[in-house]
């Protein structure tokens, strides 16, 4: 029997208990086993971890220049590259996902960290040419936000907040973060990491809970000047009205239905990686899962036999192993509500053409990869599964391939593979998402923004704009002539 671990919350520079000293505990989906306890922090702790940012944004790395910022950044970037092991395991535990997927993301992360290090000495503001120049001299300047909310999923828990951290660090805001009840155990080692590498005490604050009422207490927070969220579009919906109740800023990165359109022209071969990429992948729980196959019906059969013969020669197993492909499905809920999609599809008469069903061979929570052949109505090809699951339906000309791509009240990514260069930009610029990759899939980088359309969220992350949605403008006013003006008019 392993040791278990145990967590505290991160505030003030320290691991500290819950005021409740109340715990909870994290269970590993492939063993099934609890691994580690965690401080199960309620409304009061973050009532104290709120401050403790007030205090740091107020303090010592309020006072610091975007220079300071610049060199503490680069060193998390170190630090986080040095320490991406220990990470990467810490979130395989939580989460079931792959040991080899979880180190290349930590030891691309520090890229975030050295990208937006770039950034934060070059935040300045605009000389405006005025209406009146001779009487008056106006320019801006840029101001952080100030305390920053930030609610995270549990899939890559430390990905999705480094896209709301090394940007607002940048800015020059301070940060609470509330990760996932499912994964929160890597965000506490996580702060830890980034505080022995010069990250000032309360500059980053983590609370973790069990029970909502720590994330609606975030999100509905009067000392807090933004909220950054990721995860459900239900959810998100509900910490953004919270939030508007104190007119706070909000960014939101929420679910999504994401397209792969496929003509008949593409090569079927990378296609068909692609779509094992999109979906497969992270055992499909990813935000941007290429969950639609939308494919011309002169290839459909020869395509989906393609996706199918790789689905069932995936490995299923260990997360740890380096031969397994796919994990587990990351939890007890998930899984369920994985299954219910399937018996759903099942229901309405749908061709399950591989998979839709547990793998009986591993039990716990492994689904086996599904390619569900059906309508674009399926209910199963218009809602978020967030799972192992795609689902392939036809068109028959261009026109219709676009109109199906963005027939979803989603937009967060999409694809379309073809040859054709004039087709390929042509659909890449008709599909309503936030990021379309051609002849690719699942490819994000730091200096690329990445954000949805329509119910896929409001906001954008990556890219050097992500800066600018933690900072505020200031318009400022010289009058020049040191005279008086008439007092009834404006300007
Ligand atoms: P979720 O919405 O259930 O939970 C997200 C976070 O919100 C968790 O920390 C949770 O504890 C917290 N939360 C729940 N109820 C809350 C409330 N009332 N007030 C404040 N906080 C609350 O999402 P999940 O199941 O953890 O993650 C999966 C979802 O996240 C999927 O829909 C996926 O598409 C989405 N996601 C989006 C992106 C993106 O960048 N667009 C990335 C990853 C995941």
Redesign the pocket.
């Known amino acids: 029997m392993p040791d278990i671990e145990s967590f505290g919350m991160f505030i003030d520079g320290q691991q500290v208990p819950a005021l409740s000293g109340r715990t909870f505990e994290s269970t590993n989906p492939w063993t099934g086993t609890t691994w580690a306890t965690m401080a199960d922090g309620g409304p009061e702790d973050v009532d104290r971890a709120v401050a403790s940012s007030r205090a740091a944004y107020e303090g010592e790395w309020g006072r610091m220049t975007g220079f300071d910022r610049a060199r503490i950044l680069r060193r998390v970037a170190d630090a986080i590259t040095d320490d991406a092991d220990r990470l990467a395991r810490l979130e395989v535990n939580d989460s079931g996902k792959l040991l080899r997927e979880m180190l290349g993301q930590l030891q691309g992360l520090g890229t975030w960290y050295s990208y937006f290090s770039g950034l934060a000495d070059k935040l300045e503001g605009r000389t405006v040419p005025q209406v009146n120049p001779s009487t008056y001299f106006g320019y801006t300047t840029k101001t952080p936000i100030g305390v920053v909310g930030a609610?995270?999923?549990?899939?890559?828990p430390l990905l999705?907040l480094t896209?709301k951290l090394a940007p607002l660090l940048a800015a020059g805001c301070t940060c609470v973060v509330?990760?996932?009840?499912?994964?929160p155990a890597s965000t506490v080692a996580f702060a830890e990491v980034l505080h022995a590498a010069g990250l000032p005490a309360g500059v980053l604050n983590v609370v973790t809970?069990w029970d909502?009422s720590?994330?609606?207490?975030?999100?509905?927070h009067e000392g807090v000047d933004k909220v950054a969220?990721?995860?459900?579009?239900?959810?998100?919906i509900?910490?953004a009205q919270?939030a508007v109740a104190n007119v706070n800023r909000v960014t939101?990165?929420?679910?999504?239905k994401s397209p792969q359109v496929v003509f008949p022209d593409a090569d079927l071969d990378a296609a068909a990686n692609g779509l094992v990429a999109g979906v497969f992948a992270a055992t499909g729980?990813?935000?941007?899962?290429g969950s639609r196959l939308v494919v011309h019906e002169s290839v459909r059969d020869e395509l989906v036999a393609k996706v199918v013969a790789r689905a069932e020669a995936i490995q299923q197993g260990d997360p740890t192993d380096a031969a397994t492909e796919m994990g587990p499905v990351a939890n007890q809920?998930?899984y369920e509500k994985v299954l219910g999609y399937l018996q759903g599809a099942r229901d309405e008469g749908w061709t399950i053409a591989t998979g839709g069903e547990p793998n009986a061979d591993l039990g716990g929570l492994f689904v086996k990869p599904t390619v569900v052949v059906a309508e674009h109505d399926a209910t199963i090809a218009r809602e978020?599964v967030?799972g192992p699951v795609l689902t392939a339906y036809t068109f028959t000309d261009e026109d219709e391939a676009v109109r199906l791509a963005n027939d979803t009240p989603y937009g967060?990514a999409g694809a379309v593979w073809t040859k054709d260069v004039h087709r390929a930009h042509r659909v890449a610029h008709a599909i309503k998402a936030g990021t379309v990759w051609i002849n690719a899939y699942r490819v994000v980088a730091p200096n690329m923004p990445?954000?949805?359309f329509g119910m896929?969220?409001i906001g954008r992350?990556n890219g050097s704009a992500a800066v600018e949605e933690y900072l505020e403008t200031k318009s400022v006013y010289v009058e020049l002539t040191g005279g008086t003006r008439d007092p009834f008019k404006l300007g």
């Open positions: 609610i995270t999923p549990w899939n890559s999705l896209f509330k990760p996932s009840e499912h994964a809970g909502r720590t994330g609606e207490r975030l999100a509905s969220f990721t995860g459900s579009t239900a959810t998100g509900k910490v919270a939101l990165e929420l679910g999504g729980q990813t935000c941007m899962a809920p998930q978020e967030f967060l990445f954000g949805g896929s969220g992350e």
